[in-house]
T-cell receptor, first 111, second 111 residues
């Protein structure tokens, strides 16, 4: 079983829609969760960290469910510019700084 | 944007030739990482460095070596390139936190 699993998509949504991605992880000791965004043929860029109590940054909301071992990303009022691949990332345990990356979920927002 | 550059940005080389990729940062960060990204896989860690002359292996280090003689430069060498090393290579840095910031990537093709 992969350490981090994501639905590869693509998720095709119209502008203005709300879309949610989930990511599950297998190691209950995992720490420090993140969502990264990667545009086609570009480097991954940090979108937001995910805190235990959930957090929001503008149109983006991230949630962590430790009991069920998943994190989620909700995008409200989708824009064409949100089209990208969203990577779920976590730190494997408390005694490492190394990150583990999911394969990503592709989002395509259409007019 | 984090001050990270990679060179070359694109390279085509033949099987059996040595190749060196360079990562340069202007942030004076201690920690540097080399990843490869392939379809169907998340980013996978090749090697990492915690400081000058302090390097260690990641999960896919076979066929790769690294060197870090200055804080700002982290070199990745393929001693004898193989077709399985055709990939996109990303360098990343972080400082005290666990978020990592990526360079623009090097697209390597081994023929």
């Amino acid at each position: 079983r992969k350490e981090v699993e994501q639905d590869p998509g693509p998720f095709n949504v119209p502008e203005g829609a709300t879309v949610a991605f989930n990511c599950t992880y297998s190691n209950s000791a995992s720490q420090s969760f993140f969502w990264y965004r990667q545009d086609c043929r570009k480097e991954p860029k940090l979108l937001m960290s995910v805190y235990s109590s959930g957090n929001e940054d503008g149109r983006f909301t991230a949630q962590l469910n430790r009991a069920s071992q998943y994190i989620s990303l909700l995008i409200r009022d989708s824009k064409l510019s949100d089209s990208a691949t969203y990577l779920c990332v976590l730190r494997a345990s408390s005694n490492t700084d190394k990150l583990i990356f999911g394969t990503g979920t592709r989002l395509q927002v259409f007019p | 944007d984090a001050g990270i550059t990679q060179s070359p940005r694109h390279k085509v080389t033949e099987t059996g030739t040595p190749v060196t990729l360079r990562c340069h940062q202007t942030e004076n960060h201690r920690y540097m990482y080399w990843y490869r990204q392939d379809p169907g896989h998340g980013l996978r860690l090749i090697h990492y460095s915690y400081g000058v002359k302090d390097t260690d292996k990641g999960e896919v280090s076979d066929g790769y070596s690294v060197s870090r003689s200055k804080t700002e430069d982290f070199l990745l060498t393929l001693e004898s390139a193989t077709s399985s090393q055709t990939s996109v290579y990303f360098c990343a840095i972080n400082d005290a936190g666990y978020e990592q910031y990526f360079g623009p990537g090097t697209r390597l093709t081994v023929t």
